[in-house]
């Protein structure tokens, strides 16, 4: 019957006639036979394949495979005398479907850059390391949703094309139609759209109807940062909550953060420990310690006054009222406390509109969850619900309030308490996966000149 | 304890001090007391609340409640003497935190007209109908996710800014920076970007290392038709698998079909019980048969001569070679077949190069399913995996191949037989909630001249 390679080696099937469908990673040939290891891409690992001399195409065909050909085997799975696997698969017949010339495949038998790999991104996730990276964002992925669906909340389909900007920086890319300046002048949606900053604030409409709601779907920057830690286009998993204050918050971020690394530490083992080799020394320990943990949680004022006595450590000093760099972000949560540190209660000065203002006058009741290698995984707040101290909020950060007047309309009718967060899932990929540069976070990274495919 | 509405009534719990947190739908007063419906959005049905005359703020705020006024009632759940419902919660406190001006807010106590609802997008989820289209929506949403988890696909995040178009359609959106032409005279992107027509060429990509992938997120289109059946901006579903025919591909859809629609029956009942009420009279009865009966699977040849017999029916006569218009689809599944009819093997001339060309050189190995009340729901096909073949498709359909390479990449190196399909999650969304229109399908739905929040 049809086998997946992950399905034989995780239930150690052994006396089955099985057929495997896969590309070669490798061929080895002893005097009487050949070694083929063979990858179907549902599992890291391969199986090994026997292909005896006497086949039929031996000499014609299995003698000439190589890295990247596609082959489908039938065979007879046995126990494997071998070191380091528990069976093999002893071919009947080899059939080759399609070849992939060794002198011009790019992915030959040998370590390529991340870098290189990048420019083939049409190639990369056939990779270990790159096919590993995909099979644990699409658990992670499967887990928020999980961890939410456990808990009622509904998911919303927040809209890509909007007309709104959520932190009102303006950083926005432009929507346009072909020739839609041609017939009338107008705009294909009737104003001018962009591409949404986050979803937010129609996450909230939602929130204010239907109580728990989350939208987890791509935003865009259109910043002309070519860094390790950016992408114009990036998944964000926004969660809101009708009747949550700053604490119910916090509290949810905690528990998603622990829930889907239990998760991947339970079904993502095998890739988990690929990067704990290769990627990131101790990152399974660092994984498990997240998830044992109680978090950190401190004010905006107690981090500074931290910060601030530590003499000649940081290119920008720290000082009451500054935002937080990620040098000093990282230095919290990495050398301070090692583990993952909530900042809470932030100047109202370097916030958005939209965080609720405490009673000082001066914070707002917003948090950032910090954590050892990425700085700011999760950025939330609870919002201002009060149309008053809303609108008046609006006004001094030069916002059209007319604008936004549907947006006040959720405080002018049944107004509740309400919270929410944004968690950057790149980020959470690169914190679970121990990438470096973001740009192996995603399957087809787009930045500043580049959006290949 | 706190609860949420949908717990307390699911659970008939009664004997309990308990906290809802919600919204007002109605208030009806008696000598000594008055009625309250609350609705916290966690299902569609009310709680009753009892408060009495007694209570502190009864006559000082209680009394003016209005529909959309945010509570919080504590108070002792009871049996309920009245019919309809068996539990009841005798306030002992009821806080108002938000009001919510009967002689501005629109929603009050009477039917609206969903065309009436458009146009107020952020309240809207507040109502019965769009609020359990929302429910529903999400839970289909994540029904399909499950599906293919269970199945050990792998979850791709196909980009949304692209300079591939999947279709050579060219109704693509397309995107610009701020001012990216005043720097260098160059786009952002380093050549023209738009919105993906669909994830399908770079889900290829990934089925080709992994084996069974797929991608579900938005996107776009931007073509100029204000219709009950287009949008801008929809989400799609798009499986690809490696090793798989045309007869796996339609297997795929199938179980897949009948896999949400159990998922949603079991799960959504009340919210579909609504619909069948007051949305489509024998919904219910409709996706029992989804579930239960056989596709009817035809080939367009057969199809064809079926239609061309039929006289004086149709706006556009039917011939072989033609494509399909909506009144032929529906005609078949509705009146012919009443039951989803799969139809394949359509003309290589009407569809796109990257369908499989058949032996016989005239047809593709195509798929389309279609559902009654809404035609086609699926489109799929087995892929082109010759890279002859497909260069040769490609040349004729126009394409400039060398914006192509990566993709003849993926028939150059280790290609396989492969297939996939798209099913469109608005026109499945409808399908389920009998909504006629597919702006009801969608929590904010982008059509020309029309994107508000």
Redesign the interface.
Known sequence: MDR?I?TILRAGITDELVTV????RTRRDTGSFSFLEVN???SLANIQVIADKTLENYDREIIRLSA???V?VTGLLQKSPAKGQDVELNAESVEV?????PD??PLQKKRHSLEFLRTI???R??TNAL?AV??V??RL??AI?TFF?ER?F???????????DCEGA?E???????GEKDKNN?P????Q?G?TVSGQ??AE??A?????VYTF??T?R?E?SNTSRHL??F?MLEPEM??CDLACNMKLATDLLKYVLRDVLENCSEDLALFNSFIEKGLLQKLQDVVEKDFVHITYSAAVEKLSSLKDIFDFPVQWGIDLQSEHERYLTEKVYKCPVIVTDYPAGIKPFYMRLSDDGKTVAAMDILVPGIGELVGGSQRE?RLDVLTRRMVEAGIDIKEYD??L?????????HAGFGLGFERLVQFVTGMSNIREA???P?T??????
């Open positions: 997946r992950k469908r896969g590309w070669i179907d891409g549902s990247g050909c596609s489908i479907l399609g070849w992939a010339d011009t495949y991104s049409h190639l996730p056939r096919g995909t099979r964002r699409s992925s499967f949703n669906q009622e509904v998911q919303v389909h927040t809209p890509v094309i909007t007309t709104s303006g926005m890319f432009q929507v346009h139609a072909t107008k294909f949606f009737g104003s759209a591409l604030l129609q409409v939602y204010l109807a239907l109580g728990q779907g791509p865009f259109a002309n114009a286009e998944w009708a009747f619900e549907w947006y309309d959720l405080r002018r009718y049944g107004t509740v308490p995603i399957p087809f787009r500043p000149g580049f959006a290949p495919c």
